[in-house]
């Protein structure tokens, strides 16, 4: 759906002679006399949370700032997701700005939300606004006639990896074919215009104002398992049955087991949980369900420790004389960073907070979409402070909103200066200099093909 707004870039106005550093100067300056309704978009979207998919109040407040701004959009991208552009003088380059739409799910979270456990103990809600943040810099201003490629600015549904059984239903309904939204994207051909992708991300137990960026972090593959074994009377005929938990339990300890043949330097992490383990204290366990993710440093690590994995899954099942229905799901790939875009971007994250702010690691364990994109195109992620507990944990809370909302879109702001300006020379250099791993269609079709192994 296309939704057209008023007309954007009608604030202040910049010299034609305008230097690249006085651009920048512009844009911070445009940023700050939003600033307070950028704070008050982000309390607003963190009292009202919401799961992927279903970002429907979310995404209409996204529109509402976007109306605001003058901005024409396009939404019920991937079902919730929206996207505005701005053109440039040039159209050389076109760079995507990023941020999410969803939240995770903590109960425990003080803030969550009572019925669904939702709560932005992930900080998409800080993302969305560090995404319109940098809109601001280059809509209310005329920035974009100094600068020779055009931006692209993405609210995306569903980056975390919750709420399985729900997105198998819409999947099966035709709805999506990917669990994660920016899979969709780029399933939909909404990237296929992108040559770039950026985006920030909010760095748990960091109350200080730091920015930090790893050279790489893990990917994943989904799994569902079923265990179908034979219910019968726990006490009085317990023989009858076949223990479709016992068949689990060892399926576990086969994985378990094999975890000292991980290569270290793969970083493989594995973490089941069981979702269903039985009916009733007094039957035998007849239907039993666990959830799993198989992390790892590449494709192809991920790939070889899922075999061991589900090596152990079937062994349980052949133990108990259980039946198991294993569903691989298309995970996450591993981040890799664009070390050219790394470098523009901690250039203006050390102008404005600090040379010794500013840091740079070579991986992290955790895992995003993001890193589905820049298998296939130059991308950053990187991870700002201003939080105080754990991700994804009860004790999350942002305790610096500057730094977690303005900051950063001042930096993806000056970024994107420097990206364009020049005849967008540092962008052009960027993209001639990237070796994508894959291709739109052979991306998809990897994960299609891990599909169809799994039922083999």
Known sequence: ??????????????????????????????????SE??????????????????????????????????????????????????????????????????????????????????????????????MLGTAVAMSQTDLMEHLAGDLAFIAVPAEEFVELDYRSKIRDEGKIEFFGGKQELIRLGVLDDVDMAAMIHLEGDAPERIMKIAEGTNGFLGKTVRYVGQEAHAGGAPDKGINALNAAMLGLMGIHAQRETFKDEDSIRIHPIITRGGDLVNIVPADVAIETYVRGRSIDAILDANSKVNRALRGGAMAIGAEVVIDEIPGYLPVRTDLGLMEAFNANARALIGEDNVQVSKFIGGSTDMGDISHIMPAIHPMVGGVAGSAHARDYRVVDEDMANIVPAKAMAMTLIDLLWDDAAEAKSIKEEFEPVYTKEAYLQMWRDVVEKSKE
């Not at 979310?58 to 079902?79: C, H, Q």
């Open 1 to 34: 759906m296309l939704t057209k707004g008023g007309n954007a870039g009608a604030g202040n106005g910049i010299s034609p002679t305008m230097d690249k550093e006085a651009a920048k100067q512009k844009a911070i300056e445009a940023i700050d006399e939003y």
């Open 37 to 130: 309704k950028l704070l008050e978009f982000t309390r607003d979207i963190w009292a009202h949370p919401e799961l992927g998919y279903k970002e429907h109040r979310t995404a209409g407040k996204v529109k509402e700032f976007f109306d605001e701004l003058g901005m024409t959009y396009e939404s019920e991208i991937a079902i919730t997701g929206i996207r505005a552009d701005l053109r440039g003088k040039d159209s050389a380059v076109r760079i995507a700005v990023l941020g999410e739409l969803d939240a995770v799910t903590c109960k425990d979270h003080p803030d969550a939300d009572p019925d669904t456990g939702a709560v932005h103990a992930c900080g998409h809600h800080s993302q969305l606004a560090v």
